[in-house]
């Protein structure tokens, strides 16, 4: 029996279901039940009568899944497979900021610890901050924006207000330079340039759309170009293609792979539903108030 086969047979013995985020590699992408963005996995799973979720991402996704479905068991097959971004704050960080701005709400980017999650008022993905944003400043005139520096500066840059925000950013999303999108302007002028707002404010001024992983492949499907240009972790070009074989698809750099994304395959996954690791755990507490923030944001958008 081969290992896919394995994989498939152990799923089945426990109930479980595989999440693949969509910068996974190639093969992650190909045996997973669901394929997206993290938060729409974790939601997706929690609807589901799964016991076991496998999450094929990073060590926060896995948490957020944790928080959605504290009932059910959630591993990530890589224990090592974390968030640079994510590891640039912690919960005594963020109160200690919170301390100089009592005033401030708190809007945390899902790219969080389940620790400073807990410490937040609202939660965001890149595809509803400015949603969340506009809302808060019903109500607040201030808002700390963490981790994410880059998607900070876009939100604010559309609601012309200024955010108090934390120095984090990706490293991934950081090496795709504006001469990237040149060079590649240059090879395919015909080619839309689609950009994450993770990137810098100097890329996405380059950009004809500025937009999530999810908003992404829902733009490249429904769009009547046929070239497009990626501005994101290459991995999703993966997801891409064979969504639409009949198009084209070019990273703008490939430099932009992230190590820690690559860290799972199959071989991973096989081990980890055999002996049910690496388990992911959140204090009861911290879990219910990370949910609290989550559960505001949806209320919202």
Known sequence: MDITNKIKQLKKEKNA??????YQLPEVQDIADFVGDS???SITAANTDADVIVFCGVHFMAETAKILSPAKTVLLPDPKAGCPMADMIDAEGLQALQAEHPRAATLCYVNTTASVKAHCDYCCTSGNALKMVQHILKSH???IFVPDKYLAQYVSAQVGRKFIMWEGFCPTHARILPEDIMRARGLHPQAKVLVHPECTPEL?????????TEKMCHYVHDNEATEFIIGTEI???HRMQKENPSKYFYPASEKASCP????I???????SLT???YEITVPEETMNQARGAIERMLEIV
């Open 141 to 143: 005139d201030e808002i």
């Open 39 to 41: 938060l729409g996995l």
């Open 235 to 237: 991995g999703i070009i």
């Open 275 to 277: 002996d049910m690791d």
């Open 265 to 271: 395959n199959l071989e991973k996954i096989l081990w």
């Open 260 to 263: 820690n994304m690559k860290r």
């Open 204 to 212: 996405t001024r380059l950009a004809d759309v500025v937009a999530s």
């Open 17 to 22: 279901i595989i999440l693949a985020h969509n």
